[in-house]
């Protein structure tokens, strides 16, 4: 039997260790202050010397995008999917994963999104506490998009003139064969429909 801890013991002792991290780095920009990973890696990382933590990470994936600001700057955003390797001082092991998401003007989009998703794995899995609004405090309603917003108005003139959307395609199939609308729910079929009545109307 080893005299180490195992890595879940060793990874509990740095958790008891690394109670809290203040918001020290501030965004000018956008005017908050923020935990920036500096911060969180010079509190965890002494802990996770002490007590023979090793955490080894691996990319499991980058997506990345370009695109220009609104005052025409060129930037590259990454989104990476990291998976962490936490080894304790007995060799034994578990993992995580976590996402990270960054943007820069240069080619540092990816080592920020990385540097993003190690400060996630470390707050969230040794649960520092954040002192962040939760989640559940905002609600919000999703926008509807164009094509909901066309397909309610166009319904809305459908039943402004009596017309079931069902019989409106029966009766345009009808008048026109061979053409035929399938779906009463097609924004483009009921743009249709609603022209052909207007034509004879």
């Keep these: 039997m080893s005299d180490h801890p195992t890595v879940h013991e060793a990874f509990s002792a740095v ?21 920036g990973i500096d911060a969180t890696m010079n509190t965890v ?6 007590h023979g933590v ?10 990345s995008e370009r695109y220009t600001t609104a005052k025409g700057g060129q930037m590259r955003n990454a989104t990476v999917h ?8 007995a060799g034994d092991s578990f993992t995580g994963s ?11 989009a990816v080592s920020k999104a990385q540097s993003v998703a190690y400060r996630t794995f470390l707050l969230q899995g040794l649960t520092v506490p954040t002192q962040e609004r939760d989640p559940d405090a905002d ?3 999703r926008a509807p998009s164009p094509a909901d917003k066309a397909r309610s108005s166009l319904l809305e003139t459908l039943r402004f003139k009596k017309i079931a959307p069902a019989e409106a395609v029966e009766l345009f199939a009808e ?8 779906g009463t729910d097609n924004v483009a079929a009921i743009q249709k429909l609603i022209d052909h009545y207007r034509s004879q109307s």
């Design 15 to 35: 958790m008891a260790e690394v109670q809290g991290i203040g918001k020290n780095d501030r965004n000018a920009q956008q005017g908050f202050n923020f935990r």
């Design 45 to 50: 990382g002494p802990a996770l010397r002490k």
């Design 54 to 63: 090793v955490i080894v990470p691996e990319a499991l994936s980058i997506e």
């Design 82 to 89: 990291m998976k962490y390797t936490v080894f304790g001082p």
């Design 98 to 108: 976590t996402y990270g998401e960054a943007a820069d003007a240069g080619d540092k």
């Design 139 to 141: 609600t919000h309603e």
């Design 175 to 182: 008048k026109n064969p061979g053409d035929t609308l399938q």
